[in-house]
T-cell receptor, first 114, second 118 residues
Framework: AQSVSQHNHHVILSEAASLELGCNYS??????LFWYVQYPGQHLQLLLK??????LVKGIKGFEAEFIKSKFSFNLRKPSVQWSDTAEYFC????????????FGGGTRLMVKP | GAGVSQSPSNKVTEKGKDVELRCDPI?????LYWYRQSLGQGLEFLIY????????KSGLPSDRFSAERTGGSVSTLTIQRTQQEDSAVYLC????????????????FGPGTRLTVL
C-alpha cells in the first residue's frame, strides 16, 4: 500500500519569506500527485496537480511543485509567502491501477506572521 | 456551479446511536469518495463509488460503517452503534472521469460533516 510523508508538521514564517514543504511517497508504480490546501474554516481546495509531462507544475496563488521521480518527492514551493497563505497543506497521491482513492500525508500547518 | 454539498454540517450523537451523513456530489461526476479527517489519524480514505461498479470498501474501519449511492448521485454514509473514536470530520469528494485517459481527475471536496459522539 502506498504512503505519503510530510516532513514538517508546523511551519512559521514571516511575510515575504520563501516556502518549501516536503512531501515523499512510497509506491513503485505510476502516480498522480496533488497538493490541497485547507484555509481556516474552509474546505479542502486543490492547489496544484501533476499527472504527466513537465515535472514542474504551477498552481494557484503563486505556488509550484516539482515532481522528482527518482526521489519519490513532490515538494511544494512559493518564493514569497503572504499572511493569507496561513493554512494547512496536504500532499496526496493517487496510485494508478491501485484504486482511485487519494492517500494523504499528515498535513503541514503553515502560519505566516504579518 | 454548485460544488459538493454535505449535510448536516454538524452532528452530535450519543454513543451507541446510529447516524446518517449525506453527500450531494457535483452534477455529472461519476466517482464519489468518502474520507475521514481526525486529529489522531489525519485524512483517511473510507469508500468510493465509481459509476455502476461495485464500491471499493477497503478503507472502512469496521462493519459498523456502510455507504450507499442511489441513482449514481447522492450518497449516504451510515455509522451504526457509534463509538467515541468515530468522532471526526467526514468528507465527501467527487470527480469526473477523463474521457480520453479513462482515469479520474482531481477530486473536489465538500465542507464536511463534523461528527461528535458523546
Amino acid at each position: 500500500a502506498q504512503s505519503v510523508s510530510q516532513h514538517n508538521h508546523h511551519v512559521i514564517l514571516s511575510e515575504a519569506a520563501s516556502l518549501e514543504l516536503g512531501c515523499n511517497y512510497s509506491y513503485g508504480g505510476t502516480v498522480n500527485l496533488f497538493w490541497y490546501v485547507q484555509y481556516p474554516g474552509q474546505h479542502l481546495q486543490l492547489l496544484l496537480k501533476y499527472f504527466s509531462g513537465d515535472p514542474l507544475v504551477k498552481g494557484i496563488k503563486g505556488f509550484e511543485a516539482e515532481f522528482i521521480k527518482s526521489k519519490f518527492s513532490f515538494n511544494l514551493r512559493k518564493p514569497s509567502v503572504q499572511w493569507s497563505d496561513t493554512a494547512e497543506y496536504f500532499c496526496a497521491v493517487n496510485a494508478i491501477n491501485a484504486g482511485n482513492m487519494l492517500t494523504f500525508g499528515g498535513g503541514t500547518r503553515l502560519m505566516v506572521k504579518p | 456551479g454548485a460544488g459538493v454539498s454535505q449535510s448536516p454540517s454538524n452532528k452530535v450523537t450519543e454513543k451507541g446511536k446510529d447516524v446518517e451523513l449525506r453527500c450531494d456530489p457535483i452534477s455529472g461526476h461519476t466517482a464519489l469518495y468518502w474520507y475521514r479527517q481526525s486529529l489522531g489519524q489525519g485524512l483517511e480514505f473510507l469508500i468510493y463509488f465509481q459509476g455502476n461498479s461495485a464500491p471499493d470498501k477497503s478503507g472502512l474501519p469496521s462493519d459498523r460503517f456502510s455507504a450507499e449511492r442511489t441513482g449514481g448521485s447522492v450518497s449516504t454514509l451510515t455509522i451504526q452503534r457509534t463509538q467515541q473514536e468515530d468522532s471526526a470530520v467526514y468528507l465527501c469528494a467527487s470527480s469526473l472521469r477523463d474521457s480520453l485517459l479513462g482515469s479520474y481527475n482531481e477530486q473536489f471536496f465538500g465542507p464536511g460533516t463534523r461528527l461528535t459522539v458523546l
